[in-house]
């Protein structure tokens, strides 16, 4: 069988480009509807009811325009709400949290160190799926949540961005083997977090394992789409002002070719 309906994926900004970066790159096929709740970002610092909320909110929009699968592509929301939409009558749903996990497992070291919003580290959700899928590996779990106001700025390789990095990250230093990026900014800053934990410790992008995961459900649902002659369309659908999201789109993921920002009224 063969499925062209678009996939729908959320996060609470802009961020979450970079997980439709890598689908798109993976999947060319696969129309695409992207949701930014650039009205109600951040989502890193609020509680677990409100994002559960604004999550269902997201998920009953993309619904309601036929996707056939549904993308969290915010851990925060990845962390706080994936169990609950597994629980319920939804259309099928990816998080960004198991395929970074399943990438650090699947790696070298047993020292697995996972950083993200203070509400994806509070949730424990990557902590228990680290001990779940590698048992007795340790695992440092840190909040950093100053790396997202900065990745939107562009400020990503200046010495401001270096000098946070350094004041979250030094006591990770010969502490970790695999670093697991749990947030959807945080790609954006790989050179700088390199350079403060050096080339021992593998960067784990979960946007990147995230594709493979949504590849990988498609196939398991059998519902990918057929190769096609024409570029499928990438809607890129707003909360907030399309201005200020396309520029910031821009800087995130360059050259990727998506429609204008476009304002739309999820309430
Ligand atoms: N998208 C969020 C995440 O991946 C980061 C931005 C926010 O706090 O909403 O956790």
């Not at 910031?248 to 009224?265: C, K, P």
Request: hydrophobic share 40%.
């Amino acid at each position: 069988m063969v499925d062209d309906r678009p996939i729908g994926i959320f996060d609470s900004g802009i961020g979450g480009l970079t997980v439709l970066k890598e689908i798109h790159a993976l999947l060319p096929h696969e129309e695409l509807i992207y949701l930014g709740d650039t009205a109600r970002v951040p989502y890193g610092g609020k509680s677990k009811e409100t994002v559960l909320r604004y999550t269902l909110n997201n998920v009953r929009f993309l619904e309601a325009q036929g996707v056939k699968l549904v993308v969290v592509a915010c851990n925060t929301a990845s962390a706080y709400a994936l169990p609950e939409l597994l629980d319920h009558d939804n259309p099928p749903v990816v998080g960004v949290i198991e395929g970074g996990v399943e990438a650090a497992a699947n790696s070298n070291g047993a020292r697995i160190g996972v950083i993200g919003t203070e509400a994806t580290i509070n949730s424990m959700a990557y902590q228990n799926a680290v001990a779940r899928l590698r048992p007795g590996s340790q695992v440092l779990a840190k909040a950093c949540p100053m790396f997202v106001p900065l990745v939107e700025e562009g400020w990503v390789d200046n010495e401001i961005a270096l000098a946070v990095a350094h004041e979250y990250l030094h006591e990770f230093q010969g502490k970790v083997d695999a670093l697991v990026l749990g947030c959807t900014h945080y790609p954006m800053l790989k050179t700088i977090i390199s350079s403060v934990l050096g080339e021992s410790t593998i960067l784990i992008d979960s946007a990147r394992e995230t594709a493979r995961i949504v590849s990988r459900t498609l196939d398991r649902l059998n519902i990918a789409c057929q190769p096609r002659q024409n570029r499928p369309r990438i809607r890129f659908q707003v909360t907030d002002s399309p201005k200020r999201s396309m520029e910031v789109a821009r800087r995130m993921v360059g050259q990727v070719d998506i429609d204008d920002a476009e304002y739309v009224d999820i309430t």
